[in-house]
């Protein structure tokens, strides 16, 4: 089965960096859509970043020009370089799994099926 494992979170000052790793074993890379989302308690989960079998990218409006979402596909995993980090970013983030066709990023966390523990980021 998949299984996801997110590293990479610690706490950092604004407009300090953290790059995310999403180790993922189980699927395939060439069949999954993958995606970063955050939580903060007492808020909707939000989409972060996209990433489709063909490698097209998406994100949130909020992060864009900031984060940059990535994949190794020969080492199964999945990155997310977050620069010019700011407060608002502090949450729990986590990595998703879902098989889809080429030509689609995936940007619903419902569509997802398949979860990391998440990892927490804390900006001050």
């Known amino acids: 089965h998949v299984q996801l494992v997110e590293s990479g979170g610690g706490s950092v000052q604004a407009g300090g960096s953290l790059r995310l790793s999403c180790a993922a074993s189980?699927?395939?890379?060439?069949?999954?859509?993958m995606g970063w989302f955050r939580r903060v308690p007492g808020k909707e989960r939000e989409g972060v970043a996209g990433i489709g079998i063909d490698g097209r990218t998406a994100y949130a409006d909020s992060v864009k020009g900031r984060f940059t979402i990535s994949q190794d596909k020969a080492k199964n995993t999945l990155y997310l370089q977050m620069n010019s980090l700011q407060p608002e970013d502090t949450a729990v983030y986590s990595c998703?799994?879902?098989?889809?066709?080429?030509?689609?990023?995936?940007?619903?966390?419902?569509?997802?099926?398949?979860w990391g523990q998440g990892t927490q980021v804390t900006v001050s």
């Open positions: 189980g699927y395939s890379s060439n069949t999954f859509c």
């Open positions: 998703a799994a879902v098989s889809c066709p080429r030509g689609v990023v995936v940007a619903a966390y419902d569509q997802y099926e398949h």
